[in-house]
T-cell receptor
Framework: GAVVSQHPSRVICKSGTSVKIECRSLDFQATTMFWYRQFPKQSLMLMATSNEGSKATYEQGVEKDKFLINHASLTLSTLTVTSAHPEDSSFYIC??????????FGPGTRLTVL | AQSVTQPDIHITVSEGASLELRCNYSYGATPYLFWYVQSPGQGLQLLLKYFSGDTLVQGIKGFEAEFKRSQSSFNLRKPSVHWSDAAEYFCAVGGFTSGTYKYIFGTGTRLKVLA
């Protein structure tokens, strides 16, 4: 149980385009979903926290207009990187919890912006 | 605010040797503690977790960790390392910051295993 999927696993896009990443909880309802960013050989940095039906809460320094988060249902959250640039290239990981203290992580999405 | 320190960026051990990865945390209350492992290009796999109770926690793949409140530590151990254990290891603390529950990750320790 407690499986989280992400789609796509890899995406390559041109500079200036927008990219959407989906995060789904497959076998439980996720009260809260989290989006992390991980640069090569670095740790995970929390970008934002989203609750179903509410606006996401962004961490300090994260541009909310650049990284749009939508948590439309209890099983789906999406992260849209708008007008992507090469510096947005990174590994994006989502996680979800169900009113507990443990987060369940997705497999990650590798974004490369050319 | 909570914080996590993993003092060792890189550790190299020989296959069959014992391993200890250090994790120190700062948090005002009893934290929820986790160890994850990440292989290159992959997501996180939970090794073990501590919420309460017995301070020695057993996890998957032969790993264990001990919560020491007096030292604010949650070190990960394995008695005999296998070559397949080579990976990045992250310690995480779960706690409330400004009313929101979130994880804070340590910077990670990269384990190299010599044959």
């Amino acid at each position: 149980g407690a499986v989280v999927s992400q789609h796509p696993s890899r995406v390559i896009c041109k500079s200036g385009t927008s990219v959407k990443i989906e995060c789904r909880s497959l076998d439980f309802q996720a009260t809260t979903m989290f989006w992390y960013r991980q640069f090569p050989k670095q740790s995970l940095m929390l970008m934002a926290t989203s609750n179903e039906g509410s606006k996401a809460t962004y961490e300090q320094g994260v541009e909310k207009d650049k990284f749009l988060i939508n948590h439309a249902s209890l099983t789906l959250s999406t992260l849209t990187v708008t007008s992507a640039h090469p510096e947005d290239s990174s590994f994006y990981i989502c996680s979800a919890d169900s009113q507990g203290v443990e987060q369940f992580f997705g497999p990650g999405t590798r974004l490369t912006v050319l | 605010a909570q914080s996590v320190t993993q003092p060792d960026i890189h550790i190299t051990v020989s296959e069959g040797a014992s391993l200890e990865l250090r994790c120190n945390y700062s948090y005002g209350a009893t934290p929820y503690l986790f160890w994850y492992v990440q292989s290159p290009g992959q997501g996180l796999q939970l090794l073990l977790k501590y919420f309460s109770g017995d301070t020695l926690v057993q996890g998957i793949k032969g790993f264990e960790a001990e919560f020491k409140r007096s030292q604010s530590s949650f070190n990960l151990r394995k008695p005999s390392v296998h070559w397949s254990d080579a990976a990045e290891y992250f310690c995480a603390v779960g706690g409330f910051t400004s009313g929101t529950y979130k994880y804070i990750f340590g910077t990670g320790t990269r384990l190299k295993v010599l044959a």
